[in-house]
């Protein structure tokens, strides 16, 4: 399927304002990738359709995990929202035909990240959290070094989202933290500055 004819099927999946971050956030994808010289055009889809399934009702979302034999850990069966990643990654498979296991792997770790992220996975997520519309003030930092430095970009992210749900007194994902460890440990084995 072509990327326009994504755009207009998303177009009728979402709310307006979820349909309109995703093309921001297509857009922040496309320009990270441009300039880590990345695939543009892998970065494009998986920008667009990375909340494709943010539509669904949790109901629906549990039946596609039971579908497709995803089993959810305790904290996940409290948080179903957070599988979103992972039925959309089975959407943009199954619904807008993508086959590229690159695309569906960023869109399928978006929500919460995960150890060994590679440089797709990186670019999705950031382009997720600084695309214009989110207005915070915290990410005006992450926004800068996205293009500096993605890993120590990543760790900001990071940490402003798991002091968020701390403060929220919510739950955080193991593979937070897990991202934020190997990113964190990459870092400091290439020497770079500490954050
Ligand atoms: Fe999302
Ligand atoms: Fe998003």
Redesign the pocket.
């Known amino acids: 399927m072509k990327l326009d004819q994504m755009d207009l099927l998303l177009k009728q999946a979402l709310k307006p304002g979820r349909y309109i971050h995703s093309v921001n956030t297509m857009k922040a994808a496309v320009s990270l990738a441009e300039h880590y010289g990345e695939d543009m055009e892998a970065a494009a889809v998986a920008g667009l359709l ?2 494709c399934a ?1 539509n669904l009702r949790d109901d629906e979302t549990l039946e596609y995990c039971r579908i497709h034999g995803i089993e959810l850990s305790e904290l996940e069966k409290r948080q179903v929202f957070l599988m ?2 992972e039925v959309g990654a089975i959407l943009a498979c199954e619904k807008y035909g993508v086959n590229d296991e690159i695309v569906l792997n960023a869109i399928r770790y ?2 919460t990240g995960y150890p060994e992220m590679n440089m797709m996975d990186k670019i999705i997520f950031l382009a ?1 959290y600084i695309e214009p519309g989110r207005t915070h003030s915290e990410v005006d930092n992450v926004r800068k070094l996205a293009y500096e430095d993605i890993n120590r970009a990543l760790i900001g992210s990071f940490d402003n989202i798991i002091k968020y749900v701390i403060h929220q007194r919510g739950l955080i994902h193991p593979n937070t933290i897990k991202a934020r460890n190997s990113i964190l440990m990459l870092i400091s084995d290439n020497n770079q500055i500490r954050i």
């Open positions: 990375h909340d943010k979103h990643g978006h929500t997720d």
